[in-house]
């Protein structure tokens, strides 16, 4: 009949047009069907080994991101996260220590053999910040920030794009589509949670994002158990949900005292708890350590 | 100071409030620690030994369900699933074969040695599904039909209760509670997506609900993979997620013609898809084999 | 070129399917471009005159009742509306006082010649409820019980559907098909908010329904102000909104001492507070008394 | 009982800590009860006066803006609006013509006497914008890019904040703050719509943001009908909605020929249109014209 016929053009329509966008972006795999690897200090993201990324929410101190470094070389973990631009709802909330909490960054990874993860948020600010981190993180609520993409794009860096706080899958594979017409490739994936209706979690981890940003783009995918959930006690089970369903790697905050933590209090894990967190990784078969700390221990 | 002293009291007097309410629900794990295990032809779901339910999303014919059913024998799978009473968006969509259906589902059953879950949508029809169904599914439309819950809770059979569209966990729980409060303890939870703006998946997968539904319940809690997704090629990851976080098991829709289907055709798999969905799970290391297939095998 | 042509057969097509749909439904304002107008008694909903329902969340006494319809007769308004049967989130709050509820309301509609609003939660109670009852009302949480939207479907008695707690459009317009398929085209639809991330409401008053809902069927439409906001603060300046978009009529609750009601006691207006309601809706020109009202006053 | 006296004292301490979180906030009610009026060019938007923002997405052309300003004009309407610099979704999109917009929109402005509203989205450029613009808009996507906002609380010119994708109403005032606490108190927030789960609309107006922002700080409060809708059918029925829950007025978007608008295109009025949208604002008794205008027409 006339109307199944037309019912086939349609779809035929749709899949020719849809086909074509996704192939335009240099993100998608449909552009480039081999994964990208991001290397980073000569670590290589996205070749087929599971990380963690780890480390206080705040750049508070010294003393207080080296206590976690200690922790982190001790577990054979590669990256060193902590936060020195804080963008925060109030403006009287702790901003963070700037460039000076870059430098303590720096300082300690340089004396633990770790890459540094750090958020910037201001685009002018992206120069500066090559000479301490490793990796610049764009965070949720600059996912559409665009002047930050383009500055972030101009630059030879690899950068961790999280997904905005309710950003549709689409829209944060155009966001990081941004960076790569930059000109930098080097672009790693981050899933955060979404904004829900449901407040028992902070936010709610979208886990079917990870399978279908792997399918749809070329580039490693992160998954940030700490801010999805916002409870410390559902950081395990979501990190093996992450690290079952093929995430690249996951990231969780870790603070020496997290009851006296400036930001995100309630949900950063203490040492210990951090310690035991990698190791119940490990025993759940879903988690390999390094092989320099397995031989250790 | 006493802005401080009324914060104190402040939060003390919540935890009591909210420690009081949790207290009083006979679902809750605070009223009962132990693990609920909910006997099914004896096979005792929340043992530890995750499982999967599996079948067409309706019931089209005999010869329909005993191609799925005789499938399930050979993968070591107890539980058939099928729709007989049919919730359907339109009233022009297929409605389900009603009592004949389930008289389909008995059938096959008791020829493979399977036990039979099928959705009730009518308060008058709980008593008759008795003579043919081993679990009574409340479907996600029906979470808060009060009415629906009272009458399963009136007898003496396992409910498989679904997560509404857009329930909290909260609501959830309490619709679980009205089942219980009649007299019914027997119930399975099952997380099966939730509504969102988000629309690369029909519905999110709320991942973290199960194993805070395992920690405020001492309920099963099941993973329906189907609908939660919506997408074929999601089935297997998330089935790996909810495996991993702990779900006592998961379910999915098979259909042997899937083109065909009179509902969900775009989501169901084929029996060579199952098949290799069962291999998948069973390689990845997430799912274990019944032991007289592992014989067999 | 043919990328363009393609495109081109591809909007035909899909409009084409789109009035095919929707040209099928009864309750499409296709099928019937004539706007339905729903008689209770001789007063005639959707007529152009804008129209206000009110009473308690729940019926607790003949004489709480009373006090209420009373001040709508004064007030010129002919609705009173009134839970009887109450679909609660716990099976431990207050259930309704069922049929008995049910007499009060008749007792005193009849006494002070109004039309008895109150839903029906069972498909079982349809029936019986014809005796008490001049609309059936559908709430919310059972927008998509559709066992019971065929027993609505099969009487001769207006039904007033209210919008599922996140339904969209469509599925509203199509929930409400099943009643008209069932063969009673007296229906009047009842937008009340929906479920979203914001918490100031309880529920976000998706106020573009409206017109939406005027413009795809031919079925009067209500706006209840109090469950979409929950907050007695919000009832005027969203009921002058409602009216304004041009709804067919405003519900909203209103009980003798809303401090001691047996369910929803922060939002319900008491008496003084609905009289002021009133009049300011009056005096904002968006809605005009009954004349008997105007001359006495 | 000890049970109630802990609930008495939980409350009170729950307000005595949400009163002093508010009195603390410059853009509160509680720290200021009188409205700001914000003055632009001798117009004050917040003195009662419900007022009109129009003009197109995009600024295009000289001849597109010089169109649309004669209409304004023509209409007795003050506030020009257009973007310069543009948000897109993709970076393949349209990005605006950038400061050679700016400059259209100021010398078309002077010419018919209008005010200049548009969109900054980079930090460094809030300075040069004050060359050109008389009210700096701050985006959706940009309501949390806190150093945009830090840079527009540190110049002395009217900002327009518009809510976030799916901000929350305390989010939205808590980034207004951030302006105020810079020094700028010059502040109008602007309702645009919230990302939900429906798709009829591009996205849901919250209508009932709108009192309580008049409630809970000093700022106008306008409504932008064409970004909540994102449809041409509902800009009127919205508008009057806008009006009748009291904002400050309404924006939305025009464009001499939307068939060929390098973006949104679906939703924005041509000038009969809109003029057809004016006059009927004015029948409805909604909307009063400038006397200018009325004694011309």
Not at 199 to 211: C, E, F, G, H, Q
Not at 217 to 232: A, E, I
Request: glycine share 6%; proline share 4%.
């Amino acid at each position: 009949t006339l109307q199944h016929l037309f019912k086939q053009i349609f779809k035929a329509s749709l899949e020719i047009q849809e086909d074509d966008h996704r192939k335009a972006l240099l993100v998608s795999r449909k552009k480039h069907p081999e994964d990208t690897l991001v290397s980073i200090n000569n670590v290589k993201v996205g070749d087929g080994r599971q990380r963690l990324i780890a480390g206080p929410c705040s750049v508070e101190s010294y003393e207080q991101v080296e206590a976690v470094a200690k922790t982190l070389k001790q577990e054979g973990i590669k990256f060193l996260r902590g936060g020195a631009f804080k963008p925060r709802t109030s403006p009287y909330d702790f901003q963070g220590l700037g460039e000076e909490g870059l430098k303590i960054l720096k300082d300690v990874a340089k004396k633990y053999d770790l890459s540094v993860i750090s958020e910037i948020v201001n685009p002018k600010d992206i120069e500066m910040a090559l000479d301490y981190v490793d990796v610049i993180q764009i965070g949720a609520r600059n996912m559409q920030n665009f002047e930050l993409l383009k500055a972030a794009g101009s630059v030879d860096k690899p950068v961790l794009l999280k997904r905005g706080l309710s950003a549709t899958i689409e829209e944060f594979i155009n966001a990081a589509e941004y960076i790569h017409a930059g000109g930098n490739g080097n672009i790693m994936l981050c899933e955060r949670g979404i904004r829900t209706y449901e407040k028992a979690t902070r936010n709610t981890l979208d886990i079917s994002a990870v399978p279908i940003l792997k399918q749809e783009t070329h580039l490693p995918v992160w998954v940030d158990v700490t801010h999805s959930t916002g409870r410390r006690d559902l950081l395990l089970p979501t990190a093996k949900a992450a690290l079952a369903i093929g995430a690249d790697g996951v990231m969780a905050e870790v603070h020496p005292d997290p009851a006296v933590a400036l930001s995100d209090s309630a949900q950063q894990m203490d040492i210990p708890q951090f310690q035991n967190f990698v190791s119940s990784l490990v025993e759940s078969g879903l988690y390999k350590r390094e092989e320099e700390v397995v031989n250790q221990k």
